[in-house]
DNA sequence: TCTTGACCTTCCAGTCAGGGGAAGCCCTAT
DNA sequence: ATAGGGCTTCCCCTGACTGGAAGGTCAAGA
């Protein structure tokens, strides 16, 4: 298989794919002509990877996933401890996110939207950090 | 005031204040010794851009936002609009994140966690995208 | 056989929003 | 006079790619 090929069979731009070769994530055959040759067990990684990055691991986390998923000698708590880890930040973001969405929903709902300068949330953006808002 | 005071009144680190200047978000005076000078003016705009990019707002949304601020034939529906459209990516951001989130709490529930290798996380890695969780 | 076009290669630069740190000036207190 | 802290510019680093240029390779068609 050519990086194409796994490419369209892995959904993740050839770019990537060449990216992840370079910082060693894989480390795909080359055919006589200088093109990257892939077999399954790269496609395969390159499948794990694409998972694990959509589930929002970082390349790291991913490298340390793998690692663990080629070691038969891991313990599963290795794996769920990172995976706990990740959870945790996910959680953060989720809460600071949703933090934002509120004070924005607010400010928004409080600004009329017309032709007039009048604006609740510039004011905001302006004065704020006395008074709370909600 | 010098750089190191509004750092302080407004929370942002210096450099960070040095890199506005950069892009051009703020024109503080200079002192003959080549020191920034800010003054009440410079000071309450990076209030402003803090209080915006606390929200998420992106520097070129802040850049926007200050100019409609400083715009006394604003109309407020412009402000209203940008803020809108950043409520959605928020939201965007937020739905993606909670799903991610499910999925990682599933996986790790599922997972024992303890000194065997058998790890229902990296099953799902490694072939996924076939059964659906939950 | 030649050419066209799709595919592949490397390398360089840019993204976003700053952070780290070096080398060197300035100011104040002791 | 000297020590320290603060200020300046400068350049490189981050994560995880993405875009584009310049050029090699391959298969199909005229």
């Given at each position: 298989m050519n990086i194409g090929d796994v490419a369209a069979l892995t959904g993740l731009p050839a770019k990537t794919i060449r990216y992840y070769e370079d910082i060693g994530l894989i480390t795909p055959q080359r055919d006589t002509n200088?093109?990257?040759r892939f077999g399954e067990s790269e496609a395969h990684k390159l499948g794990?990877?694409?998972?694990?990055r959509?589930?929002?691991?970082?390349?790291e986390e991913c490298r340390t996933l793998l690692a663990l998923y080629e070691?038969?000698?891991?313990a599963s708590?290795?794996?769920?401890?990172i995976a706990q880890g990740h959870l945790e930040l996910?959680?953060?973001k989720i809460a600071e996110s949703k933090a934002m969405r509120a004070t924005l929903g607010h400010l928004i709902d409080s600004c009329a939207g017309d032709h007039r300068p009048d604006c609740p949330i510039l004011e905001d953006l302006a004065l704020?950090?006395?008074?709370?808002?909600d």
């Open positions: 200088g093109y990257r794990f990877i694409g998972r694990a959509s589930l929002g691991f970082s390349i070691d038969q000698n891991r708590a290795d794996v769920k401890r996910v959680d953060a704020s950090a006395k008074e709370g808002h």
